[in-house]
């Protein structure tokens, strides 16, 4: 073999380990239709830390159709969506302990039920069924948070912490709909 088709070879097999490389450090070569993203709060000694996925309405539908009402919802899109504090915290009359959580919620047109659960999921649904792979003997809290109607779009789902009037919330919103979880 000359040394031409050699440095080819060379370069050729270099140039595949450094696409696969870049592939598997960034997510592949497409952008995520649902970008993952991870929201901190730290105020003291309280460090809360969720992780999720962000879908987009898209022109779509969202809560009664793509989101269907009064149905286990994996809250975001991809993997499980994950709630992390170091210290206990208080969600209306109910204890959250100290530790990491899935989160997921039952969306409705008049009120979300927020669920706290302790066991962690590699994804958010099955991937047969699609069906969210929760299991109800591991919830921690529920928590029923009134829906606030927006009057504007919010394009993507959004999850974050208000702290804005000296009360924490856990907020989401998305289309036209916002829910507030009170953090004591």
Known sequence: MNTVLKRIILVLFLAAIGITAYSYFNEGLQKRKSPKKSVAFKVD????????????????????ALVPYNEVWRTGAN??????TNTALKIAENTLPAGKYTLWTIPNDTTWT???????????????????????????VNYNAPVEYLNTTVEQFTIAFDNSTDKLFLTMAWDDVRIKVPLR
């Open 79 to 84: 993997e499980a969506t994950t709630f992390e």
């Open 45 to 64: 000694d309280l460090k809360l830390n969720v992780f999720y996925n962000r879908p987009s309405k898209r022109g779509r539908t969202v809560f009664g």
């Open 114 to 140: 927020v669920i706290f659960n302790a066991k962690q999921y590699p994804w958010g649904v099955d991937q047969i069924t699609h069906k969210p792979l929760r299991e109800p003997d591991f919830d921690v």
